[in-house]
């Protein structure tokens, strides 16, 4: 959202200060700060409706009493949410100061008191005492008077030190808040600017920027599309955590003007927000991040997902949670099956999709109709049903608000018309439940409106901006010695290596693993409890690996990612986008490495060119590192195959033993004696063959991977850190006085060892090259290579046939 014009802030600004002039009463300052006073001049009469739309949102239907349903300034103290607002400290000061001057008072005022309550005296000595009372009365006086002056003094002192360090903790916070004036703008409730402040976000992202002030101040529906680990999270929970401070706020107001209890009437026990996530990973980091702000305010964020024990999701539903965040398959189990707070939903005021389209593609579809059917209307009221509902008497009045409806995706296309259908209604009708439909078809049953504001950040290429793309060509048994290239000499920050085929990924954890490097995996396969183990292991390792299939391609948000290999390409460019996604987060930059064989040749060419891209760059080899690296992979390689056949052996051993047990055979071994010890001979040369693949293995891995020879030639800064070309440097002149001294032409060869490992990014920007991607030409390539290895096929079986008639024709000669 654009920052407002100077006039429209002008405006805005005056019209706070009118709102918080009763506060400003109050903060007398003794020095003028202009960030102060912008600070307290944030307008937060958000809600008012804007009547240069057409279609205004009003917040409660029915009693106009609560109509725009946000907060003004004045009725928010910052200072009661435990926001020391620097003009509050000055609130205390003044305080200090009345009650000075009221004991300075009080000190006068007893005084004179004290004297009048004198008995009077005798009438001769009258006059002689009196002139001696009144000399008293006036020494007293002057001497309390003194005491006092002595004590207003000090207080002074210590008045105008504690003024002094006020002032000075007032200046750092206001440095402190100075640095989050970015999201001012959005004008969010002070409890969630502290957690922003906790956070350390220091401005709002543009998809943030944008939609939180049409969905929290206009409340709008949103259809949101911005790049992977743009802050999409926020750019919905935000509103909803807004709207329900606002609520909450607006109701005890309400409520103790008409000097009732307010806290019998908060809305609490009700579900407010649904949140629809494709996988449980992603639910459980939706819920995590929505927690770090939900600590602040009260709000209860609940996960349900599939693989979650039934005894601790109904322990978690117990507390009646106001959001909850779920994956499509198992929120329909419990909604199907009657649970309570989950059908409970008249006073649902958002519902939300997150990465919609992946939902759509996992075949979810049928899931999320079932429970967007389950949603009460939205334009409808509810009253009938909220006024059984326990501990929220007025839950109907605030639950009559319209309820928002939040989609959101990294890779989200829309028809042309989207909009005009929403507005006919057309979409109702339609049965079509193929991708792209299928999420406008969701978004309009699920209550979307036609003023829905749709926010599509994406652009041309929808890749990060801040990713580095690159690829390394290879044959397609070789993308594993490439792998532990870039793992062994580029091995810095964190590494998520991506795989199509659950196979795939078995085979080159194994050898990683094998080569001493430290992976965790991740796949569908796996047990909810592993996954998350696995996630955690790679999340607390700094430089962590993690092999995995596509189910870790979306959403997942793990910082510190600096690099994404695509070993085999996915089956789709949204897949490529989100996988890729993983790095280059928020503000932070990032590289992608994709592996490619003759036959993804083609695929990453018109991948490329969906994404705008004519040009993509080379990642950087050091080829003196590869005869190093084919040894380790060819020794791991055969050490993989014998283990392999071994574990294989011993379970279908097993496999048979079992199967015999269940079914109470013996199995008898039918083996000769010398067949036994031929077989027993053949595992002994086995196992010690594998012994001293392994000890060589071993005994290159105890060294760090060295160049084979270093090329003068060619000295390249790919993978060369300052510290090494300075040695190098360093050697080649040494080398070169020793030449001299020596008079000696034989050159002297230079080993590299131990090289420092730099990141694939670094590398990349030092020594990448661009390469032209031609789709056309490449696409031609492949054809001609395929029709040549089909000529050569045909041109062989001729050949075989024809030797087989003369074979069959000489036969029958014979
Ligand atoms: N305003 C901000 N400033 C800095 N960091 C932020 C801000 N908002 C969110 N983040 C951080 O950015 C990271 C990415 O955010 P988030 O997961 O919401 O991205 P996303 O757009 O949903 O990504 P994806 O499409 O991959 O799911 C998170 O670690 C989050 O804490």
């Given at each position: 959202m654009a920052t407002p014009s100077p006039p429209q802030r002008q405006q805005e600004e005056k019209q706070s200060v009118s709102l918080s002039k009763k506060k400003n009463q109050k903060r007398k300052r003794t020095k003028h700060d202009p960030e102060l006073e912008r600070l307290d001049s944030l307008p937060w009469n958000s809600s008012l409706p804007n009547e240069e739309e057409d279609d205004t949102f009003s917040l409660f239907i029915g009693s106009g009493e609560l109509d725009g349903g946000f907060l003004s300034l004045e009725e928010i103290d910052e200072s009661d949410y435990?926001?020391?607002?620097?003009?509050?400290k000055k609130k205390i000061s003044n305080k200090n100061s009345k009650l000075k001057k009221q004991k300075l008072e009080e000190v006068t005022e007893g005084s004179c008191e004290d004297a009048e309550a004198e008995p009077e005296p005798a009438e001769g000595m009258a006059e002689e005492k009196n002139v001696k009372a009144k000399k008293k009365k006036k020494n007293s006086k002057k001497k309390k008077a003194k005491a006092v002056q002595q004590e207003d003094e000090s207080a002074t002192v210590i008045d105008s030190k504690d003024d002094e360090k006020e002032q000075m903790l007032y200046e750092d916070e206001a440095e402190a808040y100075a640095e989050f004036y970015a999201w001012n703008e959005l004008r969010l409730h002070p409890l969630l600017m502290k957690s922003i402040s906790r956070l350390g976000f220091k401005e709002p992202t543009p998809i943030q920027r944008t939609c939180i002030p049409a969905a929290a101040h206009q409340g709008k529906d949103v259809i949101g599309a911005a790049e992977t680990g743009s802050g999409k999270t926020l750019a919905f929970g935000l509103p909803i955590f807004q709207r329900l401070l606002e609520e909450r706020e607006k109701a005890a107001n309400m409520l103790e003007e008409k000097g009732e209890e307010a806290g019998k009437y908060a809305?609490?026990?009700?579900?407010?927000a649904l949140l629809i996530t494709p996988t449980r990973e992603l639910t459980l980091q939706v819920t995590d991040h929505l927690k770090e702000f939900a600590k602040d305010i009260n709000v209860r964020v609940v996960p349900i997902v599939g693989g979650m024990s039934a005894e601790k999701q109904e322990r978690l539903l117990k507390t009646r949670p106001e959001v909850i965040v779920g994956t499509p398959g198992r929120l329909w189990e419990l909604m199907s099956g009657g649970e309570k707070h989950l059908v409970e939903l008249h006073s649902l005021s958002f519902f939300v999709l997150d990465e919609a389209d992946r939902m759509v593609e996992a075949g979810h579809f049928r899931e999320l109709q079932s429970i967007i059917e389950m949603l009460p209307m939205t334009s409808g009221t509810t009253d009938g049903q909220s006024q059984n509902t326990q501990n929220c008497v007025t839950v109907s009045s605030l639950s009559r608000k319209k309820r928002q409806t939040f989609v959101f995706s990294a890779t989200l296309a829309l028809s042309a018309d989207f909009r005009k259908k929403l507005k006919r209604g057309s979409l109702k009708s339609k049965q079509s439940t193929d991708g792209l439909n299928s999420i406008e078809i969701l978004s309009e049953r699920a209550g979307m409106k036609p003023n829905a504001a749709i926010v599509d950040l994406t652009n041309a290429s929808i890749l990060a901006k801040n990713l580095e793309e690159s690829f390394i060509e290879c044959r397609e048994e070789d993308k594993d010695v490439y792998l532990y290239y870039i793992l062994s000499i580029h091995g810095e920050g964190r590494t998520i290596v991506f795989c199509t085929s659950i196979a795939a990924l078995r085979h080159i954890s194994s050898i990683l693993r094998i080569l001493g490097v430290n992976v965790s995996t991740l796949h569908a396969q796996m047990q909810q409890r592993a996954r998350l183990k696995a996630i955690d292991r790679f999340r607390a390792n700094e430089h962590g690996i993690l092999v995995a299939t596509d189910v870790a391609a979306r959403g997942l948000d793990i910082p510190g990612v600096r690099t994404v290999v695509h070993y085999q390409l996915p089956h789709s460019a949204e897949v490529y986008v989100h996988r890729s996604g993983r790095t280059a987060r928020a503000s932070s930059d990032g590289c992608s490495i994709a592996l490619i064989s003759p036959n993804d040749s083609a695929k990453f060419a018109s991948l490329c060119k969906s994404f705008a891209k004519e040009s993509i760059k080379h990642f950087p080899l050091e080829s003196s590192y590869m005869p190093e690296v084919m040894k380790r992979l060819s020794l791991a390689r055969q050490i993989d195959k014998i283990s392999r056949k071994d574990s294989q052996e011993r379970a279908n051993k097993s496999w048979l033993e079992r199967s015999a047990e269940s079914l109470e055979l013996v199995v008898e071994n039918y083996d000769s004696e010398e067949e036994r010890v031929k077989n027993f001979k053949q595992k002994k040369a086995s196992s010690n063959h594998l012994k001293k693949l392994q000890q060589e293995l071993n005994g290159l891995l105890s060294r760090p991977l060295r160049p084979k020879t270093f090329s003068h030639r060619y000295p390249t800064a790919?993978?060369?850190t300052h510290l090494i070309q300075h040695q190098f440097e360093e050697l080649a002149k040494q080398n070169g006085d020793d030449n001299l001294v020596l008079g000696e032409n034989k050159r002297r060869k230079m080993v590299v060892i131990g090289q420092d490992c730099v990141e694939p990014l670094q590398a990349l920007r030092s020594a990448g090259h661009e390469v032209h991607m031609d789709v056309k030409e490449r696409v031609e390539k492949r054809r001609n290579a395929e029709s040549l290895r089909r000529k050569r096929k045909e041109e062989k079986k001729r050949l075989r046939d024809q030797r087989r008639k003369q074979k069959k024709q000489s036969q029958g000669r014979e």
């Open positions: 435990g926001l020391d607002v620097p003009g509050a809305p609490k026990g009700v579900l407010r790919a993978g060369v």
